[in-house]
């Protein structure tokens, strides 16, 4: 396979130029590998390896300032904070973070695309003050609000200042400057230039590449099909069909040496999945397959998101294929991650002078914790289940440090901190005898470990330097929120020079890179790509008129790297997950839409689905058998009763309904202070029950929802601090959140409003009713009872509904079928499962006179429509379900049959 680093080395060894004199810049530091490469292969003899550099640090040598790290722009850019605040209104670092990235990152964009700060937080305070004017009052949000926009651009003044100062600065300060000093390098620097493959260029870097082409010092090689530049609709092409058309010294026939690839041959898989995990197991099994089909190919999986990074190299690791992993695995996935947190928990669970039990055990449970102790490891263990049988909770601090002392590593882990300077230091101690042990091992299975131990010294060293200098950390408690805030960003990198045919990468790693056969996971809507999901500190038509890149330019970078990745490929498989959570919607990504509509007639596209089936598990995986003691706590379970979320967790999958329902096992918290996808369904639950309570059982008029409107924002709020503790709303990820929710609601207030004012009635029949009902079944004559909530039962006309509402996306495929079989057996079933028990243990309460239907409003997207249950005639015709005895009595087979399975001693709680 000739790839565009083949091409492009041939044209520069072609030219006239002398290696030495050239500098080649390109997009990543795995492209500089790759094209080295390229080279040493069609040259006979050793030559001079020419400078290839990427475009940062070439950026970076223009500028003469050295990049600060993350950990230390965020210290410094935090005491400047505190130094200009007055003591009552500083945030705490936690609530700090929380806007401080946010403000970064548009720092960022100013710098780097040359626009006048001054201009833009001026012109951005002004419309904010023209939003707030002319409401009835100017409320201390509104006031508070205004003086943070106010604030802001003070903050970008003295945090650029003290960097210049020092001859640092962050990435946009670096492009500024850089584009300062271009006239005066082109002066002393007698290099030609050649940029490789680069794309959605900032203002600074476009500026840069043109002054240099101006003087005929450079050449610019983009890696881009024809069809992509000629077709103006095709998305890919965007960015460089603009540098054509705008910069006026880029020479235009460069245009004949694009490629013409994308309409070749192509064999195109869409795969459905129904969660993570399968799309991880599905991944790895066709990477097997082609390395055993095309052996000599090169073959690559994109993963589309870092959480999928653990769970592939599981199931990869399982094969017996060689691969290579390019792409960082977030830091918060770690077992070292899980080790710090572990210390800092024991600590601050601790009483008085003794430990929680329960957290010595799961510290010394993870590895290598307990294998540091040596010898002395089998008295630790020895005395910890010695106590755990007298069933004693607690354990005197003194005693652990006692049977421990012997070793160093006793005093570090179990001696009580004085002071976050204290832990800082014994951590970092911890850190470099763990390495040091692991290091002895000799083995490459811990490299991932110990990568994470030294990317955790460095974090560390960075944080008690500045704790030194300003000693500004109160407790434990306020150390652990600044590294589970700062953890968020930060990735342990894989980077290796290998080869080998398979690679594991992220999409923005393959830039450049070519593979007969591509993978690419997560192609879903709010994915790949990511879409608006992202906090801003200017609205979008600040952004506009400044040109500062909005979540427009953001998607059309994904796209521009998807179709350029899979133009040369042969054999494409592209998997997405059609289960929602969250802010997420289970939609497949626009990317494989676009991928259909410029299709040629070369590309051939199958559609697939794998799915889970609960009644078809393999009985070879992991399984907890029903002792006589678990069957008496599934009796006494069902005698409280089971909810539908219960038997939904069941279906999908059991073992977690054992762990969760019956052990009481809860999943870890995982300190993460935006708003998440249950919390935003309660609020939103919460909020609709307040706002429709005073009409229950009363015809719905235009008037009422007029009401209802003016006290939206209000109960919000309120709801909002219940959950958060008045925490603050105007702030990072959770204001875009707390807007969306304003938003949705709203825009559903507004469609009954209108279907009101056309002639429909609606009548709240109730709201947010709770239920605990017996359920008789053949053949278990112990209690059985279900119990839950209904969102929502109305009277729409002469329809009852009875109504589920759902903060994830639900599409109509959700709520429809065509088995009865499939809503026990389908996990995307599960909304319409759930529907189905609320509309039968409510049946004996509704008039059976007149049509009843179930069904779901959705609130993850703007279109809130009522969407009914109903059957799937010939695979294409849905037909409305309207709830009569003989579909109960079908229902309630498919319904029996979960509860039967439970209460099977033959059927293990199988895990997968």
């Not at 200098?469 to 652990?480: A, C, H, P």
């Not at 521009?560 to 997405?576: D, G, M």
Request: charged share 25%; glycine share 4%; aromatic share 12%.
């Amino acid at each position: 396979m000739k790839t565009f680093l083949d091409s492009v080395a041939k044209k520069i060894l072609e030219s006239n130029f002398e290696l030495d004199k050239i500098k080649i810049i390109v997009p990543n530091n795995r492209s500089i590998l790759y094209l080295k490469k390229a080279i040493m292969d069609i040259v006979e003899r050793p030559l001079f390896s020419p400078n290839i550099q990427t475009i940062e640090s070439f950026v970076e040598k223009l500028s003469g300032l050295k990049s600060i790290s993350n950990t230390e722009l965020l210290f410094n850019f935090f005491h400047i904070y505190k130094e200009n605040t007055p003591d009552k209104e500083i945030d705490s670092f936690e609530q700090f973070f929380d806007w401080a990235s946010i403000v970064l990152k548009e720092f960022n964009e100013i710098d780097s695309n040359l626009i006048s700060a001054k201009e833009i937080f001026e012109y951005n305070l002004s419309l904010k003050k023209i939003d707030e004017w002319g409401k009835n009052s100017e409320t201390e949000l509104i006031r508070q609000n205004l003086k943070f926009n106010k604030k802001i651009y003070d903050l970008y003044k003295l945090i650029t200042s003290k960097l210049m100062s020092e001859q640092l600065g962050y990435r946009g300060m670096i492009y500024r400057e850089a584009n300062n000093n271009i006239g005066h390098y082109l002066e002393i620097n007698k290099s030609y230039h050649f940029f490789i493959g680069l794309n959605a260029l900032n203002k600074a870097e476009e500026n840069i590449i043109q002054e240099i082409i101006s003087i005929k010092k450079a050449s610019v090689i983009w890696d881009i099909d024809k069809d992509f530049i000629e077709d103006k609709l095709h998305p890919s092409g965007h960015f460089i069909r603009n540098y054509f058309k705008n910069w006026k010294h880029l020479d235009k026939s460069i245009i004949k040496l694009l490629s013409n690839h994308f309409k070749s041959k192509k064999h195109i898989e869409v795969i459905e999945t129904s969660n993570n995990l399968i799309q991880a197991k599905s991944a790895s099994q066709i990477l097997n397959k082609l390395a055993k089909e095309y052996k000599e190919s090169k073959t690559v999986l994109v993963l589309g998101e870092e959480s999928l990074v653990s769970p592939v190299l599981s199931a990869v690791s399982e094969t017996k294929e060689n691969y290579n992993v390019t792409m960082g695995l977030p830091i918060m996935q770690t077992e070292v991650f899980k080790i710090i947190n572990q210390i800092i928990k024991l600590h601050e669970k601790s009483k008085g002078k003794k430990f929680f039990l329960f957290e010595i055990i799961s510290l010394l449970e993870l590895f290598p914790i307990s294998d540091l102790f040596g010898s002395i490891k089998i008295d630790l263990i020895r005395f910890l289940k010695h106590n755990e049988l007298l069933n004693n909770s607690y354990i005197l601090i003194d005693k652990i440090i006692e049977i421990s002392g012997v070793h160093k590593l006793g005093n570090i882990l179990f001696k009580p901190f004085t002071s976050a300077l204290d832990f800082l230091k014994r951590i970092l101690e911890f850190c470099s005898i763990s390495i040091n042990y692991l290091n002895e091992l000799d083995s490459k299975k811990y490299n991932l470990i110990i990568y994470s131990y030294k990317r955790f010294e460095l974090i560390l060293g960075e944080i008690l330097a500045f704790e030194e200098k300003k000693s500004f950390i109160k407790n434990l408690d306020e150390l652990r929120l600044i590294l589970n805030s700062m953890m968020k960003f930060e990735k342990i990198s894989f980077n290796t020079d290998s080869f080998n045919n398979i690679q594991i990468m992220g999409l923005l790693e393959t830039r450049l890179l070519d593979f007969e056969n591509v993978v690419i996971t997560n192609l879903n809507e709010g994915i790949l790509p990511s879409g608006n999901i992202h906090s801003n500190l200017f609205p979008f038509e600040v952004r506009k008129k400044f040109k500062l890149p909005t979540f427009l330019d953001h998607d059309l970078i994904y796209v521009h790297h998807f179709f350029r990745l899979i133009q040369r490929a042969k054999n494409i498989y592209l998997l997405y997950n059609s289960s929602s959570q969250g802010l997420f919607s289970g939609e497949k990504s626009r990317l494989i839409y676009q991928l259909m509509f410029f299709r040629h007639k070369e590309h051939k596209i199958l559609f697939k689905e794998v799915s889970f089936n609960y009644l078809n598990k393999n009985k070879d995986q992991d399984s907890i058998v029903k002792s006589e003691n678990i069957y008496k706590e599934l009796i006494h379970y069902a005698k409280k009763g089971f909810s539908p979320s219960s038997l939904i967790k069941y279906i999908i999958n059991p073992y977690d309904f054992y762990e969760e329902r019956l052990l009481g096992i809860k999943r870890p918290d995982n300190y993460d202070d935006t708003i998440n996808y249950m919390d935003k369904g309660t609020i939103i639950h919460k909020v609709l029950e307040n706002l429709y309570k005073p009409y229950l059982n009363k015809i719905l008029e235009e008037a009422n929802y007029n009401e209802m409107l003016n006290n939206l924002e209000s109960n919000l709020v309120k709801e909002y601090k219940k959950i958060y503790n008045g925490g603050n709303t105007r702030v990072g990820s959770n204001f875009l959140i707390f807007e969306i929710m304003k938003k949705l609601i709203k825009n559903f207030l507004n469609q009954e409003k209108n279907a009101v004012s056309k002639g429909n009635t609606i009548k709240i029949i109730s709201i947010e009713e709770k239920f605990n009902k017996a359920l008789v079944i053949k053949g278990l004559n112990f209690p059985i009872n279900i119990k839950g909530t209904v969102d929502r039962i109305d009277l729409y006309n002469d329809t009852y509904r009875v109504i589920d509402y759902k903060s994830g996306l639900i599409n109509k495929s959700n709520l429809s079928f065509k088995d009865w079989k499939s809503i026990v057996s389908d996990e995307k079933k599960s909304p319409l499962f759930q529907v189905l028990i609320y509309s039968y243990v409510f049946r004996d309460k509704i008039d059976n006179s007149k049509e009843v239907q179930a069904g779901v409003i959705p609130f993850n997207n703007y279109n809130n429509e009522f969407i009914p249950v109903s059957l799937l005639e010939n695979n294409l015709k849905r037909c409305i379900l309207n709830l009569d005895d003989e579909i109960f009595e079908n229902f309630e087979k498919q319904f029996f049959s979960v509860i039967y399975e439970i209460f099977d001693k033959k059927k293990p709680f199988l895990k997968n």
